[in-house]
């Protein structure tokens, strides 16, 4: 899908599905699904791994029409190359779980394969810098047990670094509903809700 990032601060919460009804959201509410216009620029200026595979700390490669990568065998070339489509892949939102782990980039891997096995730890972070220009963050979390995994913190970004978006996992084992977000949007108070994603992104109504 596409969203239409025309940004201005006044209408932000309307662009986002923000209205008057969010505002007075709780979390006995119904599961929240935030609307997104659908044409937007996806193209990505640059991508942040971190624990993902050979890149164990925050490793930013910034990309352009033409972009050449050479090194070391075992250097991360390879598990590279597989993150640009596992993430497209992932932005579709047809899968069960925040990243597609159907994606032939993977080869059916589960979550935990793609997690660095040099600091063992759960989490798994992916910032995007999008052409538009706005900056997506992902924190994903490693659940073992079930082989699968769930988006921790997401947020988004404008060009001035100015806060749009932050939501952060508040699942916990006395919540009746595994998809409870405390969600912040510019300097409103947090407030905890429903949250609920198609992929990568926050779940829109068509």
């Known amino acids: 899908g596409n969203l239409n990032l025309e940004y201005e601060e006044t209408k932000f919460l309307e662009i986002f599905g923000f209205g008057n009804e969010l505002r007075g959201f709780s979390k006995q509410s119904q599961p929240l699904r935030i609307q997104y216009y659908r044409e937007y ?9 971190k624990n993902y595979r050979s890149f164990v700390e925050r490793t930013t490669i910034e990309l352009r029409p033409l972009t050449l990568l050479y090194g070391y065998n075992n250097s991360g070339k390879s598990a590279l190359l597989r993150a640009l489509p596992l993430i497209a892949d ?4 047809a899968q069960s779980t925040p990243i597609e782990m159907r994606s032939a980039s993977v080869r059916g891997c589960h979550f935990g394969d793609v997690l660095s096995r040099i600091s063992g730890g759960q989490t798994l ?3 995007l810098l999008l052409n538009n220009p706005y900056r997506l963050k992902w924190t994903f979390f490693d659940q073992p047990k079930s082989k699968s995994h769930v988006i921790s913190r997401f947020s988004m970004q404008d060009a001035n670094n100015h806060l749009l978006l932050d939501a952060q996992w508040a699942a916990k084992p006395e919540k009746q509903h595994k998809d409870v977000y405390v ?6 108070p947090p407030q905890e809700v429903i949250l609920l994603f198609s992929g990568l992104l926050p779940a829109w109504e068509l």
């Open 41 to 49: 620029d996806m193209s990505i200026q640059s991508v942040t791994l």
């Open 90 to 93: 992932s932005l579709g939102g």
């Open 125 to 127: 972070e992916i910032e």
């Open 183 to 188: 969600v912040q949007w510019y300097d409103t």
